[in-house]
């Protein structure tokens, strides 16, 4: 059976911005299915109609710790999605971790703004606010921590390309602002791809080059495949790896391999399977599958590393 993770930073090996999530519940999963095709001509053109209009499509906004929280508190880490209906009101779904456990009503809202920087006020076309009628809060179910599973329905007068891109705003029990992302549209394929460059801090003479894709399962593991050239020759059981860092500009920033300690062991190692062979001229391409226990929005973002065979790191790029 799979663990509720908890989210503490000190007690995982990963960087805080890759916190722990409870892989029970992914908000994502719930949405996919097979579309059936319509039966008429008139049932065809309806659906046509429909897949134009803003009131449909599901956004999902990846959330984590709002630049205007300076604590140390809270680091949410997780996913909002909106589901719209037919009478254009829409289910909001929020499944996240590292939250206040004090919560019982707090505020989620979408706001005007352009970025998570500079959010803005609450998002409605009506009369009267609807992120104010406590409706949309969201509860932690985990004392320690801070986890949520929650849902409401709402309904602000807009469709979903009007909300694309505005910001998903979550509030602590004090009403203070903890946590950000921004509403994209939902991804169907749950794939990510890092091109690589030249790892920082790397003075050696390899210019390693080429790209890493993660290509996610329903059970959040993963087939991780590689081609990359300018590689060390015949470089055996060399290890290619995905960091807890979001950065590669710094060595720092890059930080250790990333993995949810509670849930499962560190499978980026030579024992998980998370290596790479080249050939006589520093070429590389094959796959492996693995699990860091990290789904889709959690790995997004974050730095695919590759290694010389003394260990050194020697290229670097974002998984997005």
């Given at each position: 059976?799979?663990?509720?993770?908890?989210?503490?930073?000190?007690?995982?090996?990963?960087?805080?911005?890759?916190?722990?999530?409870?892989?029970?519940?992914?908000?994502?999963?719930?949405?996919?299915?097979?579309?059936?095709?319509?039966?008429?001509?008139?049932?065809?053109?309806?659906?046509?109609?429909?897949?134009?209009?803003?009131?449909?499509?599901?956004?999902?906004?990846?959330?984590?710790?709002?630049?205007?929280?300076?604590?140390?508190?809270?680091?949410?880490?997780?996913?909002a999605t909106i589901r719209f209906n037919p009478d254009d009101s829409?289910?909001?779904?929020?499944?996240?971790?590292?939250?206040?456990?004090?919560?019982?009503?707090?505020?989620?809202?979408?706001?005007?703004?352009?970025?998570?920087?500079?959010?803005?006020?609450?998002?409605?076309?009506?009369?009267?606010?609807?992120?104010?009628?406590?409706?949309?809060?969201?509860?932690?179910?985990?004392?320690?921590?801070?986890?949520?599973?929650?849902?409401?329905?709402?309904?602000?007068?807009?469709?979903?390309?009007?909300?694309?891109?505005?910001?998903?705003?979550?509030?602590?029990?004090?009403?203070?602002?903890?946590?950000?992302?921004?509403?994209?549209?939902?991804?169907?394929?749950?794939?990510?791809?890092?091109?690589?460059?030249?790892?920082?801090?790397?003075?050696?003479?390899?210019?390693?080059?080429?790209?890493?894709?993660?290509?996610?399962?329903?059970?959040?593991?993963?087939?991780?495949?590689?081609?990359?050239?300018?590689?060390?020759?015949?470089?055996?059981?060399?290890g290619i790896h995905i960091h807890a860092g979001s950065s590669c500009?710094?060595?720092?920033?890059?930080?250790?391999?990333?993995?949810?300690?509670?849930?499962?062991?560190?499978?980026?190692?030579?024992?998980?399977?998370?290596?790479?062979?080249?050939?006589?001229?520093?070429?590389?391409?094959?796959?492996?599958?693995?699990?860091?226990?990290?789904?889709?929005?959690?790995?997004?973002?974050?730095?695919?590393?590759?290694?010389?065979?003394?260990?050194?790191?020697?290229?670097?790029?974002?998984?997005?």
């Amino acid at each position: 059976m799979k663990v509720s993770s908890i989210c503490f930073a000190a007690l995982l090996h990963i960087q805080p911005t890759f916190a722990t999530r409870n892989v029970n519940n992914r908000a994502l999963k719930a949405g996919k299915g097979n579309s059936r095709a319509p039966n008429s001509k008139a049932k065809k053109t309806k659906t046509n109609k429909e897949s134009q209009s803003p009131k449909n499509g599901s956004l999902v906004a990846y959330l984590s710790k709002s630049p205007e929280y300076t604590g140390a508190d809270y680091n949410p880490v997780g996913t909002a999605t909106i589901r719209f209906n037919p009478d254009d009101s829409f289910l909001f779904l929020i499944d996240a971790d590292g939250i206040d456990p004090a919560c019982n009503n707090c505020k989620i809202v979408v706001t005007d703004g352009a970025s998570c920087d500079d959010p803005g006020s609450n998002f409605f076309a009506s009369q009267d606010d609807p992120w104010a009628t406590g409706l949309s809060y969201y509860a932690s179910y985990s004392s320690v921590g801070g986890s949520t599973n929650s849902a409401f329905r709402l309904t602000n007068g807009y469709g979903s390309s009007d909300m694309l891109d505005k910001p998903v705003v979550i509030y602590d029990s004090k009403d203070k602002v903890i946590g950000c992302g921004i509403l994209g549209t939902e991804i169907k394929v749950e794939q990510l791809v890092a091109e690589l460059g030249v790892y920082p801090g790397y003075e050696g003479n390899l210019t390693v080059g080429g790209m890493v894709n993660v290509e996610f399962n329903r059970d959040d593991s993963f087939l991780f495949s590689y081609d990359l050239e300018g590689l060390e020759e015949n470089c055996t059981g060399c290890g290619i790896h995905i960091h807890a860092g979001s950065s590669c500009e710094t060595h720092d920033l890059v930080m250790g391999h990333g993995w949810n300690s509670i849930v499962v062991q560190d499978l980026w190692t030579p024992a998980g399977g998370a290596t790479y062979n080249s050939n006589e001229d520093g070429d590389a391409k094959s796959e492996f599958h693995l699990y860091n226990a990290f789904n889709y929005y959690e790995n997004h973002g974050h730095a695919a590393v590759v290694h010389g065979q003394d260990g050194t790191r020697i290229a670097c790029g974002l998984l997005l």
